[in-house]
C-alpha cells in the first residue's frame, strides 16, 4: 500500500485552508505570525512522523530493507547473508641458483609489486612438490622454479589482480623472484543486498524439495560465484542412467578444490528426493594452445605490445564460463583490443588449427601465458 506524502509547504496550506474553513473571520496567517508559527510547527512534527511511518514500512518488507535491517529479515526464515571469498590462484617462484634443495613454506607471504595487496601460500597435497612432514613445497636441487598455489589475505574483490602483478617475497626463503602467470579472478565481496533477495526468491521456488530449483537453490546457498550444470538420467559419458543426476560446479578457477565439491554434495543431499542418486564433479580443464602474429604499428614498443596481446588474451579465455566454447574469432579481437599499437594481426591457431574450440557441460577452457606465443611479423 502506497503512501499519499505529502510536502511540508503542502502540509502548512492544508492545515491554514482546515483552519479558516472552520473560522468565520479572516485570519492573520502572514509570515512571523503566531497562528502561522502554530501551523508551522505542527507541519514540522508530522513530517517527523511520515518519515518513521516511511521508515517503519521499509523495514518490515524485505525488496526495501537494506543491510542489517534485511539480513534480520532474512533470519526469520533461517537464511543469512553469504560471506565473501578470498581469490585464489598459483604462482611461480624462481632462483638464481638451484645447486640446493629449498623449503617454500606454506604461510610464505607475497604482495604485489605495489604492495597493496597480500598473498600467502597455501596447501595443495596433489602437488608433486608437496611435503607433509615440512608443511610446504620442497623444490629439490637442479630444479629452477616452482609453481604453488596461493590466496589473497583480503576477502572480496581485492584480490582479483592482473597476470605478472605479485612480484614480491616478504616472507624469508631462498628463493628470488615470483610471479602470477594468469590473473586471479574468484575473489567475490561479501553478498549484495539485490543478491541477498534474489537468492531468498530462489529458496521459496525451492521449497518443494526435489526440485531442479530445489537442487540449484541448494548449491546458490554454499558459496557466491559458482557456476554450475545440472543433468538428468545420464552418466557423465552420455549413456542413460534413470534416477541418476550430476553436477558439474565451478568457482571461477577451473579447478575447485575438494573442500567445495563435499559442500556443494552436502547441500544437495538435503533437497534430492528420495530414491534420486547424484554426483558432483569439478570441470574438466581444456588447455587452449594459441598462437599469433602481430604487426606493430610505427611509434610503438614491440614488445610493450606483444605482452599486452598476451595478457588480454589470457583474460579473455580465462573468463569463459562453465560449457563455454572458445569462438576462434575472439582471438583476434582481443589481440585487436589490447592495444592501439597492434597494426594486423594474423597466422592465428588454436589448439593447431583454425577452428573453434568446443567445451562440454562438463568443461571449462583455460590457459596461462606459457600458453600463448606472440609474435612480431
Request: hydrophobic share 45%; charged share 10%.
Given at each position: 500500500m502506497a503512501l499519499n506524502l505529502l510536502s511540508f509547504n503542502t502540509m502548512v496550506?492544508?492545515?491554514?485552508?482546515?483552519?479558516?474553513?472552520?473560522?468565520?473571520?479572516?485570519?492573520?496567517?502572514?509570515?512571523?505570525?503566531?497562528?502561522?508559527?502554530?501551523?508551522?510547527s505542527s507541519a514540522s512534527v508530522g513530517l517527523w512522523m511520515q518519515w518513521l511511518i516511511l521508515q517503519v514500512m521499509a523495514m518490515t518488507r524485505a525488496a526495501t530493507s537494506t543491510g542489517s535491517d534485511l539480513d534480520s529479515w532474512m533470519a526469520d526464515f533461517g537464511l543469512t547473508r553469504e560471506a565473501g571469498t578470498a581469490a585464489t590462484g598459483s604462482v611461480t617462484f624462481s632462483r638464481y641458483v638451484d645447486t640446493a634443495a629449498v623449503l617454500?613454506?606454506?604461510?610464505?607471504?607475497?604482495?604485489?609489486?605495489?604492495?597493496?595487496?597480500?598473498?600467502?601460500?597455501?596447501?595443495?597435497?596433489?602437488?608433486?612438490?608437496?611435503?607433509?612432514?615440512?608443511?610446504?613445497?620442497?623444490?629439490p636441487s637442479g630444479t629452477a622454479s616452482a609453481t604453488v598455489p596461493v590466496q589473497c589475505s583480503t576477502v572480496g574483490t581485492?584480490?582479483?589482480?592482473?597476470?605478472?602483478?605479485?612480484?614480491?617475497?616478504?616472507?624469508?626463503?631462498?628463493?628470488?623472484?615470483?610471479?602470477?602467470?594468469?590473473?586471479?579472478?574468484?575473489?567475490?565481496?561479501?553478498?549484495?543486498?539485490?543478491?541477498?533477495?534474489?537468492?531468498?526468491?530462489?529458496?521459496?521456488?525451492?521449497?518443494?524439495?526435489?526440485?531442479?530449483?530445489?537442487?540449484?537453490?541448494?548449491?546458490?546457498?554454499?558459496?557466491?560465484?559458482?557456476?554450475?550444470?545440472?543433468?538428468?538420467?545420464?552418466?557423465?559419458?552420455?549413456?542413460?542412467?534413470?534416477?541418476?543426476?550430476?553436477?558439474?560446479?565451478d568457482d571461477g578457477s577451473g579447478d575447485p578444490p575438494s573442500s567445495l565439491i563435499t559442500?556443494?554434495?552436502?547441500?544437495?543431499?538435503?533437497?534430492?528426493?528420495?530414491?534420486?542418486?547424484?554426483?558432483?564433479?569439478?570441470?574438466?580443464?581444456?588447455?587452449?594452445?594459441?598462437?599469433?602474429?602481430?604487426?606493430?604499428?610505427?611509434?610503438?614498443?614491440?614488445?610493450?605490445?606483444?605482452?599486452?596481446?598476451?595478457?588480454?588474451?589470457?583474460?579473455?579465455?580465462?573468463?569463459?564460463?562453465?560449457g563455454t566454447s572458445l569462438p576462434y574469432y575472439r582471438i583476434a579481437a582481443s589481440a585487436f583490443g589490447a592495444s592501439a599499437g597492434v597494426e594486423n594481426v594474423s597466422a592465428i591457431t588454436l589448439n593447431g588449427g583454425t577452428a573453434d574450440l568446443a567445451a562440454t557441460s562438463l568443461e571449462v577452457i583455460r590457459t596461462t601465458t606459457s600458453n600463448v606465443t606472440v609474435s612480431q611479423a
Amino acid at each position: 500500500m502506497a503512501l499519499n506524502l505529502l510536502s511540508f509547504n503542502t502540509m502548512v496550506s492544508n492545515s491554514a485552508a482546515a483552519v479558516q474553513s472552520a473560522c468565520s473571520t479572516l485570519l492573520d496567517l502572514t509570515v512571523g505570525s503566531v497562528l502561522r508559527a502554530i501551523l508551522e510547527s505542527s507541519a514540522s512534527v508530522g513530517l517527523w512522523m511520515q518519515w518513521l511511518i516511511l521508515q517503519v514500512m521499509a523495514m518490515t518488507r524485505a525488496a526495501t530493507s537494506t543491510g542489517s535491517d534485511l539480513d534480520s529479515w532474512m533470519a526469520d526464515f533461517g537464511l543469512t547473508r553469504e560471506a565473501g571469498t578470498a581469490a585464489t590462484g598459483s604462482v611461480t617462484f624462481s632462483r638464481y641458483v638451484d645447486t640446493a634443495a629449498v623449503l617454500i613454506p606454506v604461510g610464505t607471504g607475497l604482495k604485489t609489486s605495489d604492495g597493496t595487496v597480500t598473498f600467502t601460500v597455501t596447501e595443495d597435497d596433489t602437488n608433486a612438490l608437496w611435503n607433509s612432514g615440512q608443511s610446504g613445497y620442497l623444490v629439490p636441487s637442479g630444479t629452477a622454479s616452482a609453481t604453488v598455489p596461493v590466496q589473497c589475505s583480503t576477502v572480496g574483490t581485492a584480490g582479483n589482480v592482473q597476470i605478472g602483478t605479485i612480484t614480491s617475497i616478504s616472507s624469508a626463503i631462498a628463493m628470488d623472484t615470483v610471479t602470477n602467470g594468469a590473473a586471479f579472478t574468484n575473489g567475490e565481496a561479501a553478498e549484495t543486498d539485490a543478491a541477498f533477495r534474489i537468492r531468498f526468491q530462489a529458496w521459496i521456488s525451492g521449497l518443494s524439495r526435489g526440485t531442479e530449483a530445489a537442487i540449484s537453490s541448494a548449491i546458490a546457498d554454499v558459496q557466491q560465484g559458482l557456476v554450475y550444470t545440472i543433468t538428468e538420467n545420464e552418466n557423465p559419458d552420455g549413456s542413460t542412467n534413470d534416477g541418476f543426476f550430476f553436477v558439474v560446479v565451478d568457482d571461477g578457477s577451473g579447478d575447485p578444490p575438494s573442500s567445495l565439491i563435499t559442500s556443494v554434495s552436502n547441500a544437495i543431499e538435503s533437497y534430492r528426493a528420495l530414491g534420486s542418486r547424484f554426483a558432483v564433479y569439478g570441470p574438466t580443464e581444456v588447455t587452449a594452445t594459441i598462437t599469433l602474429s602481430v604487426t606493430v604499428a610505427s611509434g610503438y614498443t614491440a614488445s610493450t605490445v606483444i605482452s599486452a596481446v598476451q595478457a588480454a588474451i589470457v583474460a579473455m579465455v580465462n573468463a569463459l564460463g562453465l560449457g563455454t566454447s572458445l569462438p576462434y574469432y575472439r582471438i583476434a579481437a582481443s589481440a585487436f583490443g589490447a592495444s592501439a599499437g597492434v597494426e594486423n594481426v594474423s597466422a592465428i591457431t588454436l589448439n593447431g588449427g583454425t577452428a573453434d574450440l568446443a567445451a562440454t557441460s562438463l568443461e571449462v577452457i583455460r590457459t596461462t601465458t606459457s600458453n600463448v606465443t606472440v609474435s612480431q611479423a
